[in-house]
């Protein structure tokens, strides 16, 4: 069983039904207990902070996410899951995780690409990721693959060599995180066509 | 950099898509999960879907549209049309579409729009606007007036006025129809998209006379546009959601080409 992590951030169905559709089984859980038994953890989310990690710690699921890492249980983090992990948040000036040394920065505004022209923020829509080291989570994308991100924030960790992806979006921010047994991306997998469930079934299959 | 999105429009009414279209393929062409599906598989970036049935009764069918096509589709798609309360925007939310779209409702009770954000978060939350050209005068100074119920009820307000309010009460992304331009398929109204793009700092997605890839073209550099919508041209089999984004992709416009 894959444990997808309620804490009152978002709307998890999306998640489940495409690992449905791949053919394995999520349970959407706020219960500690079956967050230790699952085989895998996603940890998804859209919102803030600030509220997700009084929800987390309301529930006492921030040691439970804690235990399953140290236990090396495959860990995914989508959204606002790559943020949170990090061990402070520039939203709302939170304390998070600290699964991976470093923190989640907002995007300086006003924001440019490189003609010059007026960036919306909001990062959303589809971009693309160049993946800069080896991962088997990016096994079988094909180049050019694009992903769907709907954020603010962006995740900044303090050691270059957890960084395995990268997106341009007026400037390069980290996209993809790899630490141990915990992987992390700023964008939707669940949401990013073909190439997204690509990667949420090498998730699955992952033996870190 | 981000890309340029192609958003395909399905009309539903009673659970069904109420265009004509000449596909080849083997399908049920009023089918809309069929239909969503096979843009999916097309490389539609995103699509919608407006319920243009007007009574309520038929409103369980269309969250069960909403459902059957979010278990087969896995990019983002909204859904707007009979939208009226938080309520309803739940209840699309949960079936699974990404984001609700409201229009009518949100002019008749803008709080509509900052308790959806509220609840859901901006990014849920589309603003769809009907806009007629009508001249700039001192009631509407930038020459554009909403016009709510398909169309049918002027309101007397402005429609950059509406986009700024709409954005200050927390609306995630504006989907901006011209209904002089709607149906023509001689082109998007270029003069109101850059008007509107140009002073909202949320996505806008044009909509609304679409006849060939060198009009979305258009919309999406010199209008500025984030989105183009489609519905005829590919429902008709006029182009395909490939051949339009080659032509774009072509002439230096970034869009996504691996799906």
Known sequence: MIAVLDYKAGNLTSVIRALDHLGYKGKITQSRKEVLEAERVIFPGVGAAKKAMEELKLLKLDEAIKEAFYEGKPILGICLGVQIILERSEEGNTECLGLIPGMTKTFPRPLYDKKGEGLKIPHMGWNSVKFIKEHPIFDGLEKGSEFYFVHSYYPMPSIEEIIVGITEYGLWFPSILAFKNLVAMQFHPEKSGRPGLKILENFCKWKP | ?259
Not at chain 2, 65 to 83: C, L, M, N, T
Not at chain 2, 160 to 173: K, Q, Y
């Open chain 2, 1 to 259: 950099m981000l890309s340029k999105r192609i958003v395909v429009c399905l009309d539903v009414k009673k659970g069904r898509t109420t265009k004509g279209i000449k596909f080849k393929n083997n399908i049920d062409v009023g089918d809309p999960v069929q239909m969503a599906k096979l843009y999916y598989e097309e490389g539609a970036d995103e699509l919608v879907f407006y319920d243009i049935t007007a009574s309520a009764e038929y409103r369980n069918i269309m969250i069960d549209v909403v459902e059957r096509v979010a278990k087969q589709i896995f990019i983002p798609f909204s859904v707007g049309g009979g939208v009226r309360t938080i309520d309803d925007m739940r209840r699309v939310l949960l079936a699974g579409a990404e984001k609700v779209s409201v229009n009518t409702a949100a002019v008749l009770n803008p709080k509509i729009i900052e308790e959806g954000a509220k609840a859901f978060g901006s990014q849920c939350i589309v603003l769809g606007m009907d806009v007629k050209e009508v001249g700039a005068s001192k009631r509407i100074p930038s020459g554009y007036e909403i016009v709510i119920h398909g169309g049918r009820t002027y309101t007397g307000i402005d429609a950059l006025w509406w986009a700024r309010e709409a954005v200050s009460l927390g609306a995630g992304e504006i989907c901006l129809n011209s209904i002089d331009a709607d149906g023509t398929q001689s082109g998007y109204e270029l003069r109101l998209t850059k008007l509107i793009s140009e002073n909202v700092p949320i996505p806008v997605i044009a909509s609304g006379g679409a006849g060939n890839p060198e009009h979305i073209y258009d919309v999406l550099t010199k209008a500025k546009a984030d989105a183009a919508l489609i519905a005829s041209i590919v429902h008709y089999g006029t182009y395909s959601i490939k051949e339009i984004k080659e032509y774009l992709h072509n002439k230096g416009v970034k869009v996504r080409m691996v799906w």
